[in-house]
């Protein structure tokens, strides 16, 4: 089965660190851009962070810093660092992979308190 599923999300005090997961099944993470994108409520969809198949990576100004793209081919995983996390980092968390007809998980909640 083709899927990506997210982990890790939770509720963090601001400052605080959370490291997400995105697991992959038939998607090889090694040979596709992946990436990080999240929603809050009542706004749109906005990318992240996302790395290409050569490990080069791309990230939202708000978060560059703060959060880290990263990837463990081994274990076809792609993970999100975030550290020194805000109040507006909170949002619905989504892994995916890249291109028009890319694969979206079912996402994750991070909750940020102040």
């Known amino acids: 089965q083709v899927q990506l599923v997210e982990s890790g999300g939770g509720l963090v005090q601001a400052g605080g660190s959370l490291r997400l997961s995105c697991v992959a099944s038939?998607?090889?993470?090694?040979?596709?851009?992946m990436g990080w994108y999240r929603q809050a409520p009542g706004k749109q969809r906005d990318m992240v962070a996302i790395?290409?198949?050569?490990?080069?990576?791309n990230y939202a100004g708000s978060v560059k810093g703060r959060f880290t793209i990263s990837r463990d081919n081994a274990k076809n995983t792609v993970y999100l660092q975030m550290n020194s996390l805000k109040p507006e980092d909170t949002a619905v968390y989504y892994c995916k992979q890249l291109g028009p007809n890319g694969l979206w998980g079912q996402g994750t909640q991070v909750t940020v308190s102040s």
């Open positions: 038939g998607i090889p993470v090694s040979i596709n851009a």
């Open positions: 790395i290409n198949n050569g490990g080069a990576t």
